[in-house]
């Protein structure tokens, strides 16, 4: 059954704390992305990675960190410098040339 | 800065009739688009993708229109079922770089 796992599927995050939430594919799509959603409003782009071992900043960065060490995973930390995390974050993956295939989500909320 | 209460746009159809989407997006370079529905606490669900070799591009009772004249795109939905109703995202992608930006939504609201 293919397709692209995010987990947890609710995450909560005390004051200060760093927390990853994972994301995993087993489309061997090359491209994969992390976007966040606030309510009522669109997806904006955190990183986005082309290939293993790299990636590249989206539009909102600053305060989250991603690793890409194989081609099945893209995790993404947010670290304790994002200072407003709760979102719906939305993990995705592409091969080249063609549109994003989304995971269900990871709902961040701060306790 | 984020923009705060920030409300998508609303469409209301009755059901039965077409509905028309519009986007317009933003830089001139992009030469791939994609058509999103997300409903309520799930991730998008992919359409229908358009490239900017074409104008038109017709699925399963929806068709994408692309003009790129004016950086306008457009998603018909032919008689709209209450199962459409959702939130529904453009996206564009440029070049050979993989970054996929999104537009704002619009609110698909289908009347029984």
């Known amino acids: 059954d293919g397709g692209i796992t995010q987990s947890p599927k609710y995450l909560f995050r005390k004051e200060g704390q760093n927390v990853t939430l994972s994301c995993e594919q087993n489309?061997?799509?090359?491209?994969m992305y992390w976007y966040r959603q606030d309510p009522g409003q669109g997806l904006r782009l955190i990183y986005y990675s082309q290939i293993v071992n790299d990636f590249q900043k989206g539009d909102i960065a600053e305060g989250y960190s991603v690793s890409r060490e194989k081609k099945e995973s893209f995790p993404l930390t947010v670290t304790s410098a994002q200072k407003n995390p709760t979102a719906f974050y939305l993990c995705?993956?592409?091969?080249?040339?063609?549109?994003?295939?989304f995971g269900a989500g990871t709902r961040l909320s701060v306790l | 800065g984020e923009s705060v209460g920030l409300h998508l746009p609303t469409l209301s159809v009755q059901e039965g009739d077409n509905s028309i989407i519009n986007c317009a997006y933003s830089n001139s370079a992009s030469d791939y688009f994609i058509w999103y529905k997300q409903e309520s606490g799930k991730g998008p669900q992919f359409i229908i993708d358009?490239?900017?070799?074409?104008d038109k591009r017709q699925g399963q009772r929806v068709t994408v229109l692309l003009n790129k004249t004016v950086k306008h795109l457009s998603l018909q939905i032919a008689a709209t079922q209450p199962g459409d109703s959702a939130v529904y995202f453009c996206?564009?992608?440029?070049?050979?770089?993989?970054?996929?930006?999104f537009g704002i939504g619009t609110k698909l609201q289908v009347i029984p």
């Open positions: 489309l061997n799509h090359d491209a």
């Open positions: 358009i490239r900017s070799n074409m």
């Open positions: 996206a564009e992608k440029s070049g050979g770089y993989q970054k996929v930006t």
């Open positions: 995705a993956s592409s091969n080249p040339g063609l549109a994003p295939y």
